[in-house]
């Protein structure tokens, strides 16, 4: 397809607008987390990092981020393993409601938040709750494992798919076990969908709040949950933007890293 020079440069302009208004909200947060003016009056007319050591002193801030890792973890592990696991049998084999199970994995991580926290809290309370087990740090890391499991899914399929059985079966060929095959050539073939899917699944669960709010149980505060909350209070919003600023940081460096080591097939947004 060709396109015209003013084209190419209204494709252009629009592009440059889109990532404006997608980053400039972004870039302000990283701005104001170094602002001196404690009601972040702008332009900021001194710029200072007091703001970074309050937060690091803030004990609450200190325990969220460590729930949100604990949190993060738990789900990317169970993601890993659930998400491999079906990823192997939908490629390698053919069965009944095959397409039916890959929609449904896939499904979860396209529902809004809210329908998936109220079923996850439903399903809780007539479920687990009666077999003695409460809400806490696992319920969390359960509905997280709920959307992470698609980012693993989507990745270690498409590796399948692009690499296909050739290798294996001539692994099979020399002699090699079923056990030799897989830890020689079938896992280091996956190996970087795997990391990729893992990186993005620890991104998605480490920001989420809506799912959170409804399966957190009496106690379990992560870090997005600490900055809703501490938003509006006197005082604390030069901490909140900085707790802000390093979430932003830290969601995005998972997702660059996935994007490097899997290429095109990495991404999988949450909506």
């Known amino acids: 397809m060709t396109l015209s020079g003013w084209s190419r440069w209204l494709l252009r302009a629009v592009m440059v607008i889109g990532l404006l208004f997608i980053y400039v909200p972004i870039l302000l947060v990283l701005v104001n987390s170094f602002n001196g003016d404690r009601t972040f009056g702008w332009p900021p007319h001194d710029f200072t990092a007091r703001w970074w050591s309050a937060a690091w002193a803030n004990a609450g801030a200190r325990q969220a981020l460590l729930a949100s890792v604990r949190a993060g973890f ?17 490629h390698r084999f053919k069965f009944f409601g095959r397409d039916t199970v890959s929609l449904l994995i896939v499904l979860p991580i396209a529902l ?16 687990i709750a009666p077999l003695g ?20 899914y989507n990745n270690v399929l498409a590796r399948l798919r692009r690499t296909g059985t050739s290798l294996e079966e001539a692994s099979a060929d020399l002699g090699a076990s079923p056990g030799q095959t897989f830890r020689y050539v079938t896992f280091p073939t996956i190996r970087s969908a795997l990391l990729a899917g893992g990186l993005l699944a620890f991104a998605l669960s480490f920001d989420e709040i809506i799912v959170t709010t409804f399966t957190a149980g009496p106690g379990i505060t992560t870090l997005p949950i600490w900055i809703f909350n501490n938003l509006f209070r006197p005082n604390q919003a030069p901490v909140v933007n900085v707790v802000a600023a390093a979430l932003i940081v830290l969601s995005v460096l998972p997702v660059w890293l996935a994007q490097r080591l899997a290429g095109p097939a990495a991404g999988v947004s949450r909506t």
């Open 133 to 152: 087990v409460g809400k806490g740090l696992f319920s969390v890391i359960v509905g997280h494992a709920t959307f992470c499991v698609v980012t693993v």
């Open 74 to 90: 738990g789900a990317t592990a169970i993601a890993l393993v659930l998400g491999s696991m079906v990823a192997f049998a939908v």
């Open 112 to 127: 809004p938040g809210i329908v998936t926290g109220i079923a996850l809290d439903s399903a809780w309370r007539s479920v």
